[in-house]
């Protein structure tokens, strides 16, 4: 009887694991960019980001750093991000075409504004307070703990608004202007991950099992697609790493696995997973990995910045309905 029941829960997870893979068959992998012969390298301080039909490769991330530090000031002075990363030598900005796949003149970049493609603050962004006060931010608009076990949003100029209640220990994050995916994770009777509105009303529920604890998440410019990137270990790594983790000094776990969705940010239907193993997930691109992720502003591309200095260009199934 046992050995029925682990043969039956082989097959299920096989036969699970092709759904997944072929629900997104139509998106598919249609350019691949080596930036490592450009003197790229997995620790480059590096950004990707789209503005209109270029992608970009930016070095400059101290741009996203200086703004989220202003606005996270302007509830605490004084106490804004203290990480600095080592000033590294100056690598080129290099454009290119989407359709062409051509780099071209950073001159069609007149008129952008470099700032607005940064991620909001998540993750490790900043240390202190910051993260237990602050779960998530996003240019001005940033969530707060209430100190009554509750959440609220608040902007720069805008009433405050309440979010939730007994939700300060869920982790949270922007996926739209105007939405948070709110992902419990604490509560053995009350798992799950919803998308919410700034008035906290449910709009959809995702499946809490595909949604990792702690993702990280980035949108595109109009709001209508949202990704999330995790980095985790997986069943079989909690066996193998096991003991290595337990004699490491490190205050981590061995990532075996790194995972990044897209979804439709109207109803939550997923239109894009691809995971990879360990090289990848375990790789020193890991430390913010926003910046390393980015849609397109109409939402049919992804790329993603690889460590080993490769971006590679997704484009994303059309959204079907329900």
Not at 44 to 62: K, Q
Not at 143 to 166: F, I, M, N, W
Not at 180 to 205: H, M, Q, W
Not at 247 to 275: C, H, M, N, P, Y
Request: one cysteine or more; aromatic letters at 12%; proline letters at 4%.
């Amino acid at each position: 009887m046992g050995l029925h029941f682990r043969l039956r829960f082989l097959i299920t997870t096989f036969l699970v694991s092709v759904t997944s893979f072929t629900s997104f068959a139509s998106s598919q992998q249609v350019w691949t960019i080596n930036l490592h012969a450009r003197g790229y390298d997995s620790r480059s301080n590096v950004r990707i980001w789209f503005w209109r039909h270029y992608l970009v490769v930016d070095p400059n991330v101290e741009i996203c750093r200086a703004l989220n530090k202003r606005n996270l000031e302007r509830v605490s002075p004084g106490r804004g991000p203290e990480f600095h990363v080592p000033a590294a030598r100056t690598r080129k900005t290099l454009v290119f075409d989407i359709d062409t796949h051509q780099e071209v003149s950073l001159e069609v970049l007149a008129g952008a504004d470099r700032a607005a493609a940064c991620p909001q603050v998540q993750g490790w962004w900043w240390f202190g307070k910051y993260r237990v006060e602050i779960p998530a931010a996003w240019k001005d608009r940033l969530v707060r703990k209430d100190g009554q076990g509750g959440l609220y949003v608040t902007g720069e100029g805008q009433p405050d608004s309440p979010l939730c209640r007994a939700c300060a220990d869920d982790g949270v994050r922007w996926v739209a202007p105007d939405l948070l995916l709110i992902k419990k994770f604490d509560s053995e009777k009350n798992l799950g991950a919803e998308v919410v509105g700034l008035d906290g009303k449910t709009r959809y529920r995702l499946d809490p099992g595909k949604v990792q604890s702690g993702p990280y998440a980035v949108f595109n410019s109009t709001g209508t697609r949202f990704a999330l990137v995790s980095t985790y270990q997986s069943g079989w790594g909690r066996i193998r790493y096991w003991l290595a983790d337990r004699l490491s000094d490190d205050l981590f776990i061995t990532a075996d696995r790194k995972t990044i969705q897209v979804f439709s940010t109207s109803d939550g239907q997923q239109l894009f997973e691809k995971t990879w193993r360990k090289d990848e997930a375990d790789a020193d691109n890991n430390w913010q990995p926003d910046l390393k992720l980015a849609l397109s502003d109409e939402g049919a591309f992804l790329a993603y910045y690889t460590h080993e200095a490769t971006v590679l260009v997704y484009r994303l199934a059309s959204d079907t309905g329900h």
